[in-house]
């Protein structure tokens, strides 16, 4: 018996030495490519031959031994493994996908899936929102950047991992989820009921606003994005626009190259961002094609507004193309790359930091605006809006005060007020940017 057992684990480890031959190999050559004053990193197969055999006896001690209602899947006991390798990392922007979730993760980034509309991410096991999509249920209920998700359905988060709240948030449209939340500033975690929609991502919004103002809106760095904000642009200067508002409030960010040819629309200086990874390598991302840079601009910003929207606005505010407006970024300076495994899984990994053109890592710290302007929100009867009412109006106490408006000039009169008042913008950061365009338009003239 012990002669046989001796014979299995060479039969495992011949086998196993054979199928990652070429891995090592090609390790080895990336690995001599490297720069030596680095420290040297030992990959491939016979580097973790220990640690390996160690995987492969708790997976025989499972299967010989362990008694449950469950049928023993290797497959199962490996793809745990995996996951909990990950999440050793500590790093909330690294994930394992099983084959499931990475076909869910997949229909997120190309902008159709069914579900309630926000990004979420782990951070220290508390499930926290990076932003809310425009548009989605998620944003129309008031949902905010860094609101803090305790419970979905009465399930506490504290025991799930990242991907599976996002099963539990996604779901059939028109059915509803039951969050409750957790925010600064409120002494009580509250409920919001969220019913799911398909939710159709139109990552580029535009339209001139007073004085010749463009106004462009980008939601979110999805697949090839940086065409149609590159054309709304084009259409707003053929409109004759003099200044440009580039709002990217709670846009949690995308795909690096359209972060870089998005801030090329608007800068035509180098470098765009410069990128650094594990071995200290360098890679600097530099402006791509024609820049205009003859409107002044200003960039909103604020806690929700990460990742590829801090690039774009890193790079405008270090090479002082625009103004910063609005509150600081949320600070997420790294940057990801999804890497297939063969069982159709796979792992999210973090493979770099990002610097700003100043040579600024903004990771975890965020971007201060040049202007800071704080967004006001409403609370009430456990619903949340981030609408501003600058006035209320006077209810009537009795049904007698209701009847005795009898007076049409004062009818019209209260009419007319409302009218002006419904003209009045809520958004006091837009507000802002339109005056300070304003004033250096005047300041041009």
Known sequence: MKNRKIFSIGVLTLILLLAFTSLYAKSNSNKSSKDESKETVKVGFMSHIK??????????????????DKKIDSKVLLHGALKGMVESLDD?????????????FTEDIKGEYAGVGMVVSKKDNVLIVVSPIEDTPAYKAGMRPKDKIIAIEKDSTLNLSLEECVKKLKGKAGTTVKITVLREGVEKPFEVKLTRAIIKLKYVKSRMLENKIGYVRLTQFGEHVAPDVRKAVENLRKDGMKG?????????GGALSQAVKIASIFIDEDPIVTVKDKAGRVETYNHEGTAYTDFPMVVLVNGGSASASEIVSGAIKDHKRGILIGEKT????????????????????????????????????????????????????????????????KKSDTKKDVNNVKDTKDTKNAKDTK?????????IQLDTAINVLKGIMFYKK
Do not use: W
């Open 51 to 68: 640690e390996l055999r160690e995987i492969s006896e708790v997976m025989d001690l499972i299967q010989t031994n362990f008694v449950g």
């Open 92 to 104: 909330p922007h690294t994930n394992y996908f099983p084959p499931k979730e990475l076909n869910s």
């Open 244 to 252: 440009l508002v580039f709002d990217l409030r709670t846009n949690p």
């Open 330 to 393: 949320y600070g997420k300076g790294s940057v990801q790359n999804i890497v297939p495994l063969p069982d159709g899984d796979g792992i999210k990994l973090t493979i770099a930091k990002y610097y700003t053109p100043s040579g600024v890592c903004i990771n975890g710290i965020g971007i201060n605006p040049d202007i800071e302007v704080k967004e006001k929100y409403m609370f009430f009867n456990g619903f949340i809006t981030n609408i501003v009412k600058e006035k209320t109006e």
């Open 419 to 427: 009218k002006k008042e419904e003209k009045k913008s809520d958004d």
